[in-house]
């Protein structure tokens, strides 16, 4: 069974620094792209960023780039996305998702998310 | 790409069937397009992807179809768990996701 487990969220006044972990299992960590998927409260999805596997290559939604930055660790089954120069646009719930087929795909399986305040 | 979903809100009793659209501003190759179920609470579920395919463990009631600019999802039967937010999503290009139509009980 893949697990997701997200962590590191909490509030952070704007202008500040917070990083993200997603720890995963049940499933060949180093051969899946993995992806960061967002949403606002009470809005909808906003995809953050994907990481393929073995070449690292990484996508940033432009509403992120420059800011967040996004790596794993296979020896660690572990996703990061370290994010700066938070804003309060920024708030949102952070899923952690394992990306299928290509890289820049569909997400079949999410973690349970976590929260992200921007508030001064 | 914009996906626009329709309608916002579709209430619908048990037993019923539900109709989603998710329409794209320009064409979607290759069907690179999916569907998501979430519930309040909790992470979204991948339904559909390949606008057609069903995703591993979700039932039959489910169904995606269409292509180029206009996808369906259909399901038929609503059973008390169905009534959700469903997300469209094109992916194959930066993802992007519909702005999603919730179903609730009439």
């Known amino acids: 069974e893949v697990l997701l487990l997200e962590s590191g969220g909490g509030l952070v006044q704007p202008g500040g620094s917070l990083r993200l972990s997603c720890a995963a299992s049940?499933?060949?960590?180093?051969?899946?792209?993995m992806a960061w998927v967002r949403q606002a409260p009470g809005k909808g999805l906003e995809w953050v960023s994907t990481?393929?596997?073995?070449?690292?290559?990484?996508h940033y939604a432009d509403s992120v780039k420059g800011r967040f930055t996004i790596s794993r660790d296979d020896s660690e089954d572990t996703l990061f996305l370290q994010m700066n120069n938070l804003g309060d646009e920024d708030t949102a719930i952070y899923f952690c998702?394992?990306?299928?087929?290509?890289?820049?795909?569909?997400?079949?399986?999410w973690g349970q998310g976590t929260l992200v305040t921007v508030s001064s | 790409s914009v996906l626009t979903q329709s309608p916002g809100t579709l209430s619908l009793s048990p037993g019923e069937r539900a109709t989603l659209s998710c329409r794209a501003s320009?064409?979607?190759?290759?069907?690179?397009l999916a569907w998501y179920q979430q519930k309040p609470g909790q992470a979204p579920r991948l339904l559909i992807y390949?606008?057609?395919s069903r995703a591993t463990g979700i039932s039959d009631r489910f169904s995606g179809s269409g292509s180029g600019t206009d996808f369906i999802l259909t399901i038929t039967r609503l059973e008390p768990e169905d009534f959700a937010v469903y997300y469209c999503?094109?992916?194959?290009?930066?993802?992007?996701f519909g702005q999603g139509t919730k179903v609730e009980i009439k």
């Open positions: 049940g499933f060949a960590f180093w051969n899946y792209p």
């Open positions: 998702a394992k990306v299928g087929q290509m890289i820049l795909g569909y997400f079949d399986s």
């Open positions: 320009q064409s979607i190759n290759n069907n690179l």
């Open positions: 390949a606008a057609s």
């Open positions: 999503q094109q992916y194959g290009a930066p993802p992007t």
């Open positions: 990481m393929s596997a073995q070449t690292r290559k990484t």
